[in-house]
């Protein structure tokens, strides 16, 4: 049974979702779905921890999906920091070495993180600036 809140939260967070999934994003909801796909994970994998933040909405989320233009990674996955908590907690053990960060950006090869992009190299900066960081990122991790 759902109380009021979540149901007001998940209607909320409806759009946001959607705008990383109409990008090719596969959303990670569950704890399993996020050990299924880590467990499974060949290649490079750029992993966005979504939030209803501000500087996801207007930062994050866009330079994401302008930067796949540019460079396509083998997978698109994300998780939805304090929607989604267990799955959020799942991935995020995955970089425990990483501070807890929303929105944020891994990048992955083979599973293993390869590049992380915290909150704070996010917030504060030009949509376009995170987006080039986010193609630089991704073509020499591809390249590697």
């Not at 501000?54 to 083998?74: F, H, K, M, S, T």
């Not at 425990?96 to 293993?112: F, N, Q, R, T, Y």
């Not at 992380?116 to 960081?133: T, V």
């Amino acid at each position: 049974m759902t109380n009021a809140y979540d149901e007001y939260m998940r209607q909320v967070t409806m759009p946001m979702r959607q705008e990383l999934v109409d990008a090719g994003f596969n959303q990670l909801t569950t704890a399993d779905e996020v050990n299924e796909f880590m467990a499974t994970a060949k290649g490079v994998s750029l992993v966005v921890i979504n939030s209803v933040c501000g500087c996801a909405a207007g930062l994050a989320r866009p330079a994401a999906r302008e930067a796949i233009q540019e460079v396509q990674p083998d997978h698109l996955v994300t998780v939805f920091a304090g929607q989604d908590p267990e799955a959020t907690a799942v991935m995020r053990g995955f970089f425990e070495d990483v501070p807890p960060s929303s929105p944020s950006m891994a990048i992955l090869k083979d599973g293993e993180l390869a590049y992380f992009i915290p909150r704070e190299n996010i917030e504060g900066f030009p949509m376009e600036q995170i987006k080039e960081h986010i193609v630089g990122v991704l073509k020499q991790v591809c390249e590697s």
